[in-house]
């Protein structure tokens, strides 16, 4: 575990959140100030023992979308200089977003809203969600696998079937477990 | 002496209007280990969803019998007091783990008690070492094991000591030498315990009596070698002979 | 619909952060004055579903795809506060660890994907549901409530891209809104297979949603309804509502917020073309009758899903799972 790994939550954080806002305030002329981060940041991801290949690559994934938002900016005069500006902004943006993803854990992240008074339904649905969504798409996978071993020939319609019967089911599977839960919670809680 | 667990006339149904228990009589004695056994449909989960009184869920259906803790009877308006008292291990450790990190969800019984900070952390030490993961922390449910889960499951009971443990099947889904380790956990816990299962080599190791169910009603209770001994009885309500099956040391008196 | 950093400006996140916390907050009163333990168990479990679900994506158009929101959905089935609380919670984690999403726009898309989302898609579906409604519209009510749900949700992301200075609203409106029309339709889709499922196999969480523990009382709702749906136009509207671009631009130089960036160029769109109002007028009637014919699409496909009753459905309703 780095040092970066171990720094609190809301460091990491606000440190994120003050970087973006002031490339939010760049202007479009000086938006390629914002590369100046860039050496900063790849410094930071050498102390926190990331390998740069899967980092890279997760930000590749990302970056056709950002490119296409800001091809919206180019009907505009000076079209060109403002989707570029833009789409390098966002573009460290996301690196940012990716390294503070890369080094918080969502059970750091909860301990910091806690600590900020965020509602605690929230907190709690947060905790859930991140326990349970894992176990969901375990689920999810096993059903499509068994399906495919029963399917032989598919058309389109049928695949949106398929689909939509899979997620109708899952749902209800979700709730069965939503109540197991509860009677668990409830077994503990004493109330 | 008062019986730990005891419980009288107790029928359910299910809202649909199907019988879930049929008017089920017996008692625990504090300190003993009790089976019960029976088909797929018996009633043994529901049963079990009885006694620290998440079933019913709404009172006042008439008259659906009674169950009692240490002669108190399960209510709406003891129901905190009750669940002090009877741990409920549930079938899928999944829906029981339910918090972030292990640590988080043994706590997590303590911190409903009002334990303080230290103390819940020190009952969180000795339940981990009780079921043999100490060390474990600071893991996440989702890289644990099945039978690692388990055990922490048991650990979260353990650690605001319940009088009574009641499980659901406890050894369903681990492979042999989780299963071994469970039966020794479980053996050397001094607590009541109403285990409902399939595993009948464990109730002919665990277990002074057992309690046959099917279809809701209770067919027959006794020393749980009698009756697993009893071939007639075991294939007339859907289970398999264990006289032959298992080893002749279990069931042996 | 998740905006990414760099798009907004300080000023609009940090405005929408500010609505969508007020929205946030009152939607987490409403609950803890219900909540009893454990009731989050359901809210968290739905959220773990619907992040589930926005992984799975289906093709629109070419080259696009587009992936579930489920802001309706979850509307329909949790209430409008357990909706947006689990919306929120999908956005966060979405955020954090699939770096969909900007930290910093967070505000913005729980605005939008919450919050207007949420609102629309749950306000549609009990004013199309009326009372005690039978399956089949209660599943095309779920459908069409799902595409507005989309369609308010990217006019809203829209309208803030637009007043960040980061493209023309003549631009962005017409590419957002075409696109979510088609990803609405999957919503609309998918939701109602999903809720024809659960009335088949768990009709009671939909009736006890009408009454019970998570959803607002009758009246309380109709409150609830209009007051959202004022936040919500206030919202959407607000890069639209000015009449005068000259107020607004008089208004972001009094602030000094004037940059080099193109501001909102509503001018060309809305002032000084001859025939305008009829051609907004020619639109307004095109998008109803196109929206009358969604609805009876969505009404064709609820019969097609809701299936006849059986005598031979077998019986539901038990908590406990029979394996022994």
């Known amino acids: 575990m780095s040092s970066i790994h171990r720094a609190s939550a809301g460091l990491k954080l606000g440190v994120s959140l003050a970087l973006i806002v002031g490339l939010a305030a760049l202007p479009a002329e000086r938006a390629w100030w914002g590369l100046g981060a860039l050496p900063w940041l790849l410094l930071v991801a050498k102390l926190a023992r990331l390998s740069f290949k899967p980092l890279l690559r997760r930000w590749a994934f990302g970056a056709p979308f950002l490119l296409g938002a800001a091809s919206l900016a180019w009907f505009q005069p000076h079209g060109l200089a403002a989707a570029a500006a833009l789409f390098s902004k966002s573009a460290i943006c996301l690196l940012i977003l990716q390294l503070l993803a890369s080094t918080t854990s969502i059970v750091e992240l909860t301990r910091t809203l806690r600590s900020v008074h965020a509602p605690p339904v929230l907190c709690e649905t947060i905790v859930l969600l991140a326990r349970y969504s894992s176990l969901l798409g375990d689920e999810a996978r096993r059903m499509r696998r068994a399906r495919a071993g029963r399917t032989f020939h598919t058309s389109r319609i049928r695949e949106w079937q398929a689909l939509g019967n899979a997620l109708g089911l899952l749902f209800i599977r979700t709730v069965s477990r939503a109540e197991r839960v509860q009677n668990a919670m409830r077994a503990r809680g004493g109330a | 002496m008062t019986p730990a667990l005891s419980v009288e006339n107790l029928s359910f149904e299910f809202a649909s209007g199907a019988p879930a228990l049929r008017s089920l009589s017996f008692t625990v004695d504090a300190g003993e280990c009790v089976a019960v056994i029976g088909p797929n449909g018996a009633g043994k989960s529901t049963l079990l969803l009885h006694m620290n009184g998440i079933l019913p869920e709404r009172a006042g259906k008439g008259d659906n019998g009674c169950v009692r803790i240490h002669g108190r009877a399960v209510g709406a308006s003891e129901a905190g007091w009750v669940r002090r008292q009877v741990g409920v291990l549930f079938q899928d450790p999944d829906d029981q783990l339910f918090c972030a990190t292990v640590a988080e969800d043994v706590a997590y019984g303590p911190e409903q008690l009002g334990c303080p900070r230290a103390e819940s952390d020190q009952r969180v030490a000795r339940a981990l070492q009780r079921v043999g993961l100490a060390g474990f922390e600071h893991r996440v449910p989702q890289q644990l094991s099945g039978g690692e889960k388990k055990r922490v499951c048991l650990a979260g009971l353990l650690a605001y000591e319940p009088n009574i443990l009641v499980l659901d099947e406890p050894s369903a889904g681990l ?79 | 619909m998740h905006i990414p950093d760099g798009f907004l400006s300080a000023r609009v996140a940090l405005g929408y952060a500010g609505l969508s916390s007020l929205g946030l907050g009152v939607a987490c009163y409403r609950l803890r004055a219900r909540r009893e333990r454990g009731a989050s168990a359901l809210l968290g479990v739905s959220a773990a579903f619907v992040f589930a679900a926005q992984m799975v994506n289906f093709p629109v158009a070419a080259g696009t795809s587009g992936h579930l929101m489920g802001s309706a959905l979850a509307g329909a089935l949790l209430g409008l506060p357990g909706a947006l609380v689990v919306m929120t919670a999908v956005i966060i984690m979405q955020c954090f660890v699939l770096a969909d999403g900007g930290v910093f726009a967070l505000g913005a898309n729980v605005f939008n994907m919450g919050l207007v989302g949420c609102v629309v898609g749950y306000c549609c579906y009990r004013l199309l549901c009326g009372r005690a409604p039978s399956p089949t519209r209660r599943v095309a009510s779920v459908a069409f409530a799902g595409w507005c749900a989309t369609l308010a949700g990217a006019l809203s992301c829209a309208g803030q891209l637009s007043l960040s200075g980061a493209a023309r609203l003549s631009v962005v409106l017409p590419a957002m809104l075409g696109v979510h029309a088609l990803i609405g339709v999957g919503e609309a889709v998918i939701s109602s297979l999903i809720v024809a499922s659960v009335l088949r196999f768990r009709p009671e969480l939909l009736e006890s949603n009408a009454q019970g523990a998570l959803a607002a009382r009758p009246r309380a709702s109709a409150v609830y309804a209009g007051l959202g749906l004022s936040i919500a136009i206030a919202g959407l509207l607000a890069p639209i509502a000015d009449a005068a671009p000259d107020g607004f631009s008089r208004v972001t130089q009094a602030l000094g917020l004037h940059s080099s960036t193109a501001s909102p160029s509503l001018a060309p769109f809305l002032h000084g073309v001859p025939g305008v109002v009829s051609g907004v007028l020619a639109t307004v009637l095109a998008g109803c009758a196109g929206t009358l014919l969604l609805f009876g699409l969505c009404w064709l496909l609820a019969l097609a899903l809701v299936p006849r009753p059986r005598s031979t459905e077998p019986s539901r309703g038990a908590v406990v799972e029979s394996s022994g």
Not at chain 2, 205 to 214: K, T
């Open chain 2, 175 to 253: 492979d042999p030498r989780a299963r071994r380790e469970l039966i020794g956990i479980l053996a050397s816990l001094p607590v009541t315990r109403l285990i409902a299962t399939h595993d009948l080599a464990l109730v002919a190791e665990l277990c002074s009596r057992a309690l046959l169910l099917d279809r809701g009603a209770l067919v027959a209770s006794g020393p749980s070698k009698e009756l697993l001994r009893d071939d007639g009885l075991m294939r007339a309500h859907g289970m398999e002979c264990p006289n032959r099956d298992l080893p002749g040391h279990l069931l042996a008196t």
